[in-house]
């Protein structure tokens, strides 16, 4: 398997399309095991996309586009404006609540940094913040969506780990909250030093703060009710992405009508571009997936991390530190395929929950995004805020401080994760 990761990430550094680089370090696998009939290339690619739990990304995905194009987003910007009106950094404050809301309808990280960049950037740079600072918060407030259900990568860590999806959807809410409040704080203290001031003297009344409530009911109720509707057995997780697709439609052609047929061919091409680049590296995925079961990996990196120590906080410290210079190098979705099987076995062999390591890799596995020299995010925000992604990476150190720090509290208090799952599907 050593061969094999220098084979992958000889590929990457070359520009090759990590989907590909994927495929073909796998093909080198199989070639330098003979013993291995090769026909299993072949299975491997088929079977791993051949999963029911898989089928909610597609639907989340299409979901989460139909949702952009029903007015949901910009009654979402509404409210998250009236209620941080008043406090310091109005527009980086927006950027957190807006995560936050979003992360009922979204799903996905990377699309929520850059849609809040192109509707949050102009007015930044308008009112005076620096734009490397905009590109920083916007991207890494979409963290929280990792988190907030439906996350796309909670689903496949789930999937992949054979974990409960319910029960991670309703593990996340906690952890996303808490990534808000850090975020809010950072954003004070920066704020006040660089005078960037609020929109308003006072906070909003209670009548605002009812009003933009009540137009954005729909997307505030959406995550409620998937849990629910998990929990009570009306649908699993991929049917509850069937449900979130009717939804979506439901409230833009009925409730909001302002669904039109050209949004929703607008909706459904951006899906199947979204989904083809997921499920192909899926599909690659499960090649060197076979591989790493064939020969042990599982196995020998616990037999060694425990080696290491068997405390299970430590474990946990030195797995995330592992994630983080991972997500520097491999994209999200690649990280969370591969490490998940290897990983997971290690932390349950020490006593740690599944649902609460889930609860740890992702987020961490998506500061990826946020950080050099592979970030898609932050070439993405960068590009849209115009300004050099160095630049993005020196404001945004204040803000990785602050999502690590919630990683720590949530190492330390696996209750506060396990809280609601237990209260909601025990």
């Known amino acids: 398997m050593i061969t094999v990761l220098i084979v ?12 590909f680089a994927i495929g073909v370090s796998g093909v080198v696998y199989f070639l330098m095991t003979p013993e291995i009939p090769f ?34 987003t910009k009654r979402l910007v509404k409210l998250a404006d009236v209620l941080t009106g008043h406090m310091y950094g109005n527009l980086a404050q927006v950027s957190c609540v807006l995560s936050t809301l979003m992360g009922g309808v979204s799903g996905s990280a990377n699309a929520d940094a850059a849609m809040e960049c192109r509707i949050l950037g102009p007015d930044m740079i308008k009112k005076g913040y620096a734009r490397g600072y905009g590109g920083a918060i916007n991207g890494l407030s979409s963290l929280i969506v990792s988190t907030i259900p439906p996350s796309m990568g909670l689903i496949i860590y789930g999937s992949v780990g054979e974990v409960s999806i319910g029960r991670l959807f309703a593990g996340g809410f906690i952890p996303g909250i808490l990534t808000a409040i850090a975020l809010m704080l950072v954003v004070s203290w920066t704020s006040r030093k660089r005078g960037y001031l609020p929109a308003r003297n006072k906070p909003a009344t209670l009548k605002e703060v009812v009003v933009a409530a009540r137009e954005s009911i729909w997307a505030l109720i959406f995550p409620i009710l998937l849990i629910v509707g998990i929990r009570f057995g009306v ?91 991972a997500g520097m190098f491999v994209e999200t ?33 998506n500061l990826g995004i946020m950080t050099p020299p592979l970030g898609i995010a932050l070439y993405t925000v960068s590009s849209i805020m115009e300004c050099p992604p160095e630049e993005v990476v020196k404001e945004a150190l204040p803000f990785y401080a602050a999502v690590i720090a919630v990683i720590a509290i949530i190492i330390f208090f696996p209750d506060l994760v396990l809280w609601l799952p237990n209260l909601i599907f025990d």
């Open 8 to 19: 992958f990430l000889f590929l990457l550094m070359f520009g090759m399309p990590v989907a």
């Open 333 to 365: 979705t690649v990280v969370a395929l591969l490490l998940t099987p290897i990983l997971l076995p290690v932390v349950t062999k020490v006593g740690v929950d599944p649902v609460h390591f889930g609860l740890i890799m992702m987020p961490m596995v």
């Open 235 to 325: 649908f699993t997780p991929s049917e509850a992405g069937a449900f979130a697709c009717v939804y979506a439609m439901f409230v833009g052609a009925v409730i909001h009508r302002e669904m039109t047929w050209a949004n929703f061919k607008e909706a459904v091409r951006n899906s199947v571009m979204d989904v083809g680049a997921i499920m192909i590296i899926v599909a690659f995925s499960g090649i060197i997936g076979y591989g790493i079961v064939f020969d042990r990996v599982p196995q020998h990196l616990a037999e060694f991390l425990i080696g290491v120590t068997s405390n299970p906080i430590l474990l946990l410290f030195l797995i995330v530190v592992f994630l983080i210079v």
């Open 39 to 72: 026909s299993i290339v072949v299975q491997r690619v088929v079977a791993s996309t051949q999963s029911f739990t898989l089928l909610a990304i597609p639907l989340f995905v299409f979901a989460g586009n139909l949702m952009n194009y029903t007015g949901i």
